[in-house]
Nanobody, 130 residues
Framework: QVQLVESGGRLVQAGGSLRLSCATS????????MGWFRQAPGKERECLAA???????????YYADSVKGRFTISRDKAKKTGYLQMDSLEPEDTAVYYC????????????????????WGQGTQVTVSS
């Protein structure tokens, strides 16, 4: 069973930066994609960024329009950890942030859909003050 643990969320001022981490364990050799999502009170969970890797399609990434140019997704295969670098944070970025992973190959056009992911972390709170 794959476990995901997010960390790095905290209170930050608008314009600041944070890097979230997603540590994976347990059967991680079978993962093919990872995504970062967030959910604010009263709003649906949305995909911010995702990355997939496979022998036949290589590495693909997805970014929501709201974070393009501000957020960057990456992963360290050796450390079995994914990251979300968040720059130029805005109060509207306040939410609980989740990482998710998928244990099957995924076509890049499906990266942004929450129901495509098999494993989820517990979330980490990010609060951006104005």
């Amino acid at each position: 069973q794959v476990q995901l643990v997010e960390s790095g969320g905290r209170l930050v001022q608008a314009g600041g930066s944070l890097r979230l981490s997603c540590a994976t364990s347990g059967g991680t050799f079978s993962l093919y994609a990872m995504g970062w999502f967030r959910q604010a009170p009263g709003k649906e969970r949305e995909c911010l960024a995702a990355i997939s890797w496979s022998g036949w399609s290589g590495i693909s990434t997805y970014y929501a329009d709201s974070v393009k140019g501000r957020f960057t997704i990456s992963r360290d295969k050796a450390k079995k950890t994914g990251y979300l670098q968040m720059d130029s944070l805005e109060p509207e970025d306040t939410a609980v942030y989740y990482c998710a992973a998928r244990s099957r190959a995924l076509i890049p056009t499906m990266l942004g859909f929450p129901d495509q992911y098999d494993y989820w972390g517990q979330g980490t709170q990010v609060t951006v003050s104005s």
